[in-house]
């Protein structure tokens, strides 16, 4: 027996080792090997999402201009646009392709359906319902990414539990875009729930949405933003409104607090992208995209209080106490 085990332990240090050393070294000469990444950004408050994409690269140890290099010209602002832009992205063969957003993704899927360049995408609100994937612990293909919780709900009870009086919600939304649509059918679900009061309006531009702004309508509370690229985009220009008029915003990530926004429910942009570099470095060391789970976006409440002095609104300790941001 004692013989036995001393072979075993042999065998273990010597070969044992070979393959984890084998195994080492092609990792490391697989992480130093020059990639190109494409990325296709819907949305300038996206741009935050591929920011965390590229940090969490580098702490992987892909060095921009040293073993990877990016091709990115900037975040586009219509939806129309998107399939032309991918088109000429997939022209340039990359590694690997970067989306952010659903509409972005869907145009990469279309676009890379017979040349199966590996996807990673996100944010995306339900990758499923939009028709992105069919299962999300195996997404087949060549696409994977990171999800949206399903926390529509949760974020309009956060309004009554913030500013409790609230009664009349006002929500724009896009019908063109998927995102947009299901955050219009799970926010109306969840106002009959709550007991709230939703006046809904279809924006299908930002010709529409300056249109909205300017002409904002009477006895509203509050403005709740879906999770729509286009709509996101101008969470500054809604907070000038919502403090303007003493409208309580809120909305689905936890950026629109730092920009306006009286709170935020949802995901960290930058923080979703470096989970996104996790998947992406696993596609790059060859592992099929198709195979890898979509994972889910962790979810965080950040509160403004200068936007809440400035709409003369008193948010009890108990909620500040909740947050994981506070902006005095």
């Known amino acids: 027996m004692q013989k036995i085990f001393k072979m075993a332990i042999f065998w273990l240090t010597t070969y044992g080792c070979f393959s984890v050393c084998i195994y080492g070294y092609a990792y490391a000469d697989a992480t130093h090997k020059h990639v190109t990444v494409a990325a296709m950004v819907y949305g300038n408050h996206n741009v935050v999402t591929f920011d965390g994409f590229k940090a969490g690269m580098k702490e992987k140890g892909y060095?921009?201009?040293?073993?990877?290099?990016?091709?990115?010209?900037?975040?586009?602002?219509?939806?129309?646009?998107?399939?032309?832009?991918?088109?000429?992205?997939?022209?340039?063969?990359?590694?690997?392709?970067?989306?952010?957003?659903?509409?972005?993704?869907?145009?990469?899927?279309?676009a890379t359906s017979?040349?199966?360049?590996?996807?990673?995408?996100?944010?995306?609100?339900?990758?499923?319902?939009a028709g992105i994937i069919d299962v999300l612990h195996q997404p087949g293909d060549n696409i994977t990414?990171?999800?949206?919780?399903?926390?529509?709900?949760?974020?309009?009870?956060?309004?009554?539990?913030?500013?409790?009086?609230?009664?009349?919600?006002?929500?724009?939304?896009?019908?063109?875009?998927?995102?947009?649509?299901?955050?219009?059918?799970?926010?109306?679900?969840?106002?009959?729930?709550?007991k709230i009061n939703l006046t809904t309006m279809k924006v299908h531009s930002h010709n529409e949405i300056d249109s909205l702004l300017e002409n904002f309508p009477d006895n509203m509370n509050s403005i709740f933003l879906p999770r729509d690229g286009m709509i996101m985009s101008?969470?500054?220009?809604?907070?000038?409104?919502?403090?303007?008029?003493?409208?309580?915003?809120?909305?689905?990530?936890?950026?629109?607090?730092?920009?306006?926004?009286?709170?935020?429910?949802?995901?960290?942009?930058f923080e979703l992208g470096k989970q996104m570099s996790r998947?992406?470095?696993?596609?790059?060391?060859?592992?099929?995209?198709?195979?890898?789970?979509?994972?889910?976006?962790?979810?965080?409440?950040?509160?403004?209080?200068?936007?809440?002095?400035?709409?003369?609104?008193?948010?009890?300790?108990?909620?500040?106490?909740?947050a994981h941001i506070i902006i005095r």
């Open 234 to 269: 101008r969470v500054k220009d809604f907070a000038k409104v919502a403090q303007k008029k003493k409208l309580a915003l809120s909305g689905t990530r936890l950026e629109m607090a730092e920009k306006g926004a009286l709170f935020g429910f949802g995901f960290n942009g």
């Open 63 to 110: 060095i921009e201009g040293k073993n990877i290099a990016y091709i990115f010209e900037g975040a586009y602002k219509k939806k129309e646009k998107l399939d032309a832009g991918i088109e000429k992205l997939v022209a340039e063969n990359p590694d690997l392709i970067f989306t952010a957003t659903t509409p972005a993704t869907l145009a990469a899927k279309k």
């Open 279 to 322: 998947l992406a470095d696993q596609v790059l060391h060859g592992i099929d995209p198709g195979k890898l789970p979509v994972e889910t976006a962790e979810d965080y409440l950040a509160i403004n209080l200068k936007a809440a002095r400035k709409m003369g609104i008193t948010i009890p300790e108990r909620i500040l106490r909740q």
């Open 114 to 129: 017979k040349k199966k360049i590996p996807v990673v995408f996100g944010p995306v609100n339900d990758p499923v319902r």
């Open 145 to 194: 990414g990171v999800m949206l919780t399903d926390s529509t709900a949760k974020q309009l009870e956060w309004v009554t539990r913030v500013v409790p009086d609230i009664k009349n919600v006002f929500l724009p939304y896009n019908p063109l875009d998927k995102s947009s649509l299901i955050s219009y059918k799970k926010v109306k679900a969840a106002a009959q729930l709550f």
